[in-house]
């Protein structure tokens, strides 16, 4: 696994996450409730529990694919799982399915979080603290609301809302669930917030990393650190220089000697870089490139030729191109604490 795919994360681990932080919750008060009401005993030997986790993965397997590959849908994904559940479920209860108030609450929330979630999307980094925040109350609530439906459905005193309300470990449940959810959603906001730092910080690293280590080195150093040692090996190392770069860039300004570079230096990091390269090192007017084998080399060097050399004709320029293969000793050298790849 590469670095952007390490900093990304896999499709596997979107959907894990999909599943325990969101797709599941419901699902798991419905199970404990339905057994609370039927037994423990006869509610597994019927088909709704693990209908109802069935709804729950698929709807964390596409909803965790989806954002793996960056087109996240939250609000249908949401209702994925519901969805689901009431296609399977409902051709066997009928009607009787929808009077259930607990698998009408299972589409309520699945709506709810799927419209802050939605929100948050469209307005990208602006607010969504307070959405992240009303997200995890309505969250918690499910535990609430689950409350509320089993003591309505145990209990005939506590039929209405009204009378559930006369009772003060009622209103006591009614307060703290919604306020340990406003507590958990600030956590969770100030962790997306030190994750974003985070994700931003090594996005800058390795941006950085690559321009002193090219993508394949750092590649190979992410997934074994001891690949940076230092080691013998058969490689085609490419040399290349602009002819008269001193004489002419006396006569040009600074500017224009800068541009002419980076425009040279651009060129043949994509000819080079089609060949897999291993380091592109660029200094004053000089490439030096280490390549796999001798063919590599060659026709890095045949590319690089062809790429540069309309850049520098159009200055009176042409490059010189050296190629050597053999065997060398390859990794980090330097001091204790500068140390470069050569």
Known sequence: MDLEARIRGTRWGYIAEEFFTNAAHFPLANIFLEMLIEGPFAYVKQPDPYVIVFAAAVQAWLIGRWRHDGRPLPLPGNLLGPAVYTAIEWPIEGQAFFQASHHVAYWGFALAIGVVQMTRQRLGGKGVGSLIIVEHV?????LLAMYRIFEGLTDPDYATLAAFMTDRSHVFVVIVIPLVGLLLGVSNLNAERYLSLLRGTAAQLR??????LGRQLLSEAVQSPGALGLQRRERAVLFADIRGFTRWSETHAPEEVVAMLNSYFTAAERALNQHRAIKIQMIGDEVLSVLPDAGAGLAAALTLRAAVGPVLAGNGLAAGIGLHAGPLVE?????????TYN
């Open 207 to 212: 941006g950085y990393s690559e321009w002193f």
């Open 138 to 142: 309505i969250r918690t609530s499910i």
């Open 331 to 339: 990794g980090m050298m330097g001091g204790t604490d500068i140390k």
